[in-house]
Protein backbone atom coordinates (compact mmCIF):
# COMPACT_ATOMS: atom_id res chain seq x y z
CA UNK A 1 0.00 0.00 0.00
CA UNK A 2 3.15 2.68 0.87
CA UNK A 3 4.41 1.87 -2.11
CA UNK A 4 0.97 2.51 -4.52
CA UNK A 5 1.05 5.37 -2.50
CA UNK A 6 4.67 6.68 -3.15
CA UNK A 7 4.13 6.03 -7.27
CA UNK A 8 1.15 7.75 -7.15
CA UNK A 9 2.61 10.77 -5.29
CA UNK A 10 5.81 10.38 -7.82
CA UNK A 11 3.46 10.67 -10.61
CA UNK A 12 1.68 13.49 -10.26
CA UNK A 13 4.70 15.48 -9.44
CA UNK A 14 6.44 13.86 -12.54
CA UNK A 15 2.72 15.86 -14.25
CA UNK A 16 3.20 18.64 -12.60
CA UNK A 17 6.25 19.42 -12.32
CA UNK A 18 6.29 21.01 -15.94
CA UNK A 19 3.54 22.79 -15.82
CA UNK A 20 5.31 24.71 -12.91
CA UNK A 21 8.54 24.73 -15.18
CA UNK A 22 6.84 26.05 -18.02
CA UNK A 23 5.07 28.65 -16.02
CA UNK A 24 8.37 30.56 -14.72
CA UNK A 25 9.79 29.70 -17.97
CA UNK A 26 7.15 31.99 -19.30
CA UNK A 27 7.36 34.41 -16.84
CA UNK A 28 10.93 34.32 -16.81
CA UNK A 29 10.74 35.60 -20.54
CA UNK A 30 8.43 38.06 -20.42
CA UNK A 31 10.82 39.38 -17.18
CA UNK A 32 13.44 39.78 -20.12
CA UNK A 33 11.43 40.87 -22.67
CA UNK A 34 10.57 43.55 -20.16
CA UNK A 35 14.19 44.66 -19.58
CA UNK A 36 14.99 44.32 -23.45
CA UNK A 37 12.36 46.88 -24.07
CA UNK A 38 13.43 48.80 -21.49
CA UNK A 39 17.15 49.24 -22.69
CA UNK A 40 15.65 49.75 -26.16
CA UNK A 41 13.38 52.47 -24.59
CA UNK A 42 16.45 54.04 -22.72
CA UNK A 43 18.48 53.82 -26.25
CA UNK A 44 15.82 55.14 -28.20
CA UNK A 45 15.17 58.24 -26.27
CA UNK A 46 19.16 58.84 -26.71
CA UNK A 47 19.61 58.58 -29.62
CA UNK A 48 16.45 61.38 -29.82
CA UNK A 49 18.82 63.74 -27.54
CA UNK A 50 21.56 63.30 -29.83
CA UNK A 51 19.92 63.81 -32.71
CA UNK A 52 18.54 66.99 -31.26
CA UNK A 53 22.03 67.90 -30.06
CA UNK A 54 23.23 67.36 -33.13
CA UNK A 55 20.71 69.83 -34.88
CA UNK A 56 21.31 72.29 -32.12
CA UNK A 57 25.14 72.82 -32.56
CA UNK A 58 25.02 72.86 -36.47
CA UNK A 59 22.88 75.69 -36.21
CA UNK A 60 24.07 78.62 -38.71
CA UNK A 61 27.18 76.24 -39.93
CA UNK A 62 27.40 75.66 -43.56
CA UNK A 63 26.92 72.90 -44.54
CA UNK A 64 24.88 72.61 -41.56
CA UNK A 65 23.98 68.62 -42.60
CA UNK A 66 20.93 69.36 -40.09
CA UNK A 67 19.04 67.00 -42.29
CA UNK A 68 21.14 63.80 -40.59
CA UNK A 69 20.01 64.92 -37.35
CA UNK A 70 16.49 65.08 -38.31
CA UNK A 71 16.33 61.84 -39.30
CA UNK A 72 18.41 60.20 -36.58
CA UNK A 73 15.31 62.28 -34.55
CA UNK A 74 12.38 61.13 -36.62
CA UNK A 75 13.72 57.07 -36.68
CA UNK A 76 13.97 57.41 -32.88
CA UNK A 77 10.96 58.41 -32.15
CA UNK A 78 9.72 56.11 -34.55
CA UNK A 79 11.22 53.64 -32.39
CA UNK A 80 9.75 54.94 -29.43
CA UNK A 81 6.16 54.45 -30.62
CA UNK A 82 6.89 51.56 -31.89
CA UNK A 83 8.40 49.67 -27.89
CA UNK A 84 5.41 51.89 -26.70
CA UNK A 85 2.72 49.57 -28.70
CA UNK A 86 4.56 46.77 -28.21
CA UNK A 87 4.87 47.44 -24.32
CA UNK A 88 0.95 48.23 -24.23
CA UNK A 89 0.49 44.81 -26.02
CA UNK A 90 2.36 42.69 -23.35
CA UNK A 91 0.69 44.82 -20.66
CA UNK A 92 -2.94 43.41 -22.33
CA UNK A 93 -1.94 39.88 -22.81
CA UNK A 94 -0.78 39.75 -19.16
CA UNK A 95 -3.73 41.22 -17.54
CA UNK A 96 -6.65 39.77 -20.12
CA UNK A 97 -5.33 35.83 -20.75
CA UNK A 98 -8.81 34.91 -22.13
CA UNK A 99 -8.93 37.86 -24.59
CA UNK A 100 -5.48 37.38 -25.56
CA UNK A 101 -5.76 33.84 -26.48
CA UNK A 102 -8.59 34.07 -28.33
CA UNK A 103 -6.81 36.56 -30.23
CA UNK A 104 -3.51 34.53 -30.90
CA UNK A 105 -5.80 31.63 -31.67
CA UNK A 106 -7.77 33.58 -34.32
CA UNK A 107 -4.54 35.11 -35.78
CA UNK A 108 -3.12 31.55 -35.82
CA UNK A 109 -6.03 30.20 -37.72
CA UNK A 110 -6.39 32.74 -40.16
CA UNK A 111 -2.74 32.52 -40.98
CA UNK A 112 -3.29 28.70 -41.35
CA UNK A 113 -6.34 28.83 -43.83
CA UNK A 114 -4.51 31.54 -45.93
CA UNK A 115 -1.58 28.49 -46.20
CA UNK A 116 -3.64 26.12 -47.02
CA UNK A 117 -5.25 28.00 -50.00
CA UNK A 118 -1.79 29.78 -51.18
CA UNK A 119 -0.24 26.27 -51.12
CA UNK A 120 -3.27 24.30 -52.83
CA UNK A 121 -3.54 27.27 -55.74
CA UNK A 122 0.21 26.88 -56.09
CA UNK A 123 -0.40 23.34 -57.12
CA UNK A 124 -2.85 23.70 -59.78
CA UNK A 125 -0.55 24.72 -62.76
CA UNK A 126 -2.42 25.39 -66.01
CA UNK A 127 -1.29 23.03 -68.66
CA UNK A 128 -0.56 25.16 -71.70
CA UNK A 129 -1.12 23.70 -74.44
CA UNK A 130 1.51 24.00 -77.53
CA UNK A 131 0.69 26.00 -80.53
CA UNK A 132 -0.40 23.42 -83.35
CA UNK A 133 1.45 24.31 -86.31
CA UNK A 134 -0.15 23.37 -89.65
CA UNK A 135 1.37 19.74 -90.93
CA UNK A 136 5.08 20.79 -93.03
CA UNK A 137 3.81 21.38 -96.83
CA UNK A 138 5.58 21.31 -100.04
CA UNK A 139 8.82 23.59 -100.07
CA UNK A 140 8.17 26.61 -101.77
Do not use: C, D
Amino acid sequence: MRYLSSLTSVAFLLYAVPTVVAAQTITQAVGLFNVFVGLMLTIALLAWATGFVVWWVRLGTWPSYRTEAITIMEWSVVILFVLVVLLGIVQFFQEHRRAAAYIVSTIVLVLLIGAIVVIATKGKKEVKKEEQRPPPGPPR
